[in-house]
């Protein structure tokens, strides 16, 4: 098979065609892979993705968690970026909060 990732056609051909389903591309629509689940057997679910693909809410669940992370701060304005430096200090990254990877959102 090939097909782009979100080829919803060559998704559910994928499915019907395979006894599981296993996939390790973070990137994926998790609504898709929502769907994709409650018709295939697909055991690592979708809702890994989905907290995953949200670089927040991923941060925020380890915290919750009681899991050692580096500081984090939301930034949505130049004035929370102001606010960061002072909380964080130099040097610090600055990461979109989705669609990054392997170094890309940075």
Known sequence: MHA?????????Q???NS??????????SSEQLKKLTQL???????????????RLTEKQT???????IVPFVQIQTNQDLLKAIEKLGFPFIVKTRFGGYDGKGQ
């Open 40 to 54: 295939y057997h697909i055991p690592q679910g979708y809702q890994a993705i989905e907290l995953l693909q949200d």
């Open 14 to 16: 994928l499915g019907e």
């Open 62 to 68: 380890l915290l919750e968690a009681n899991t050692q």
């Open 4 to 12: 782009n990732y979100d080829d919803e056609q060559a998704l559910n």
């Open 19 to 28: 006894d599981v389903v296993t996939y390790e591309f973070e990137n994926m």
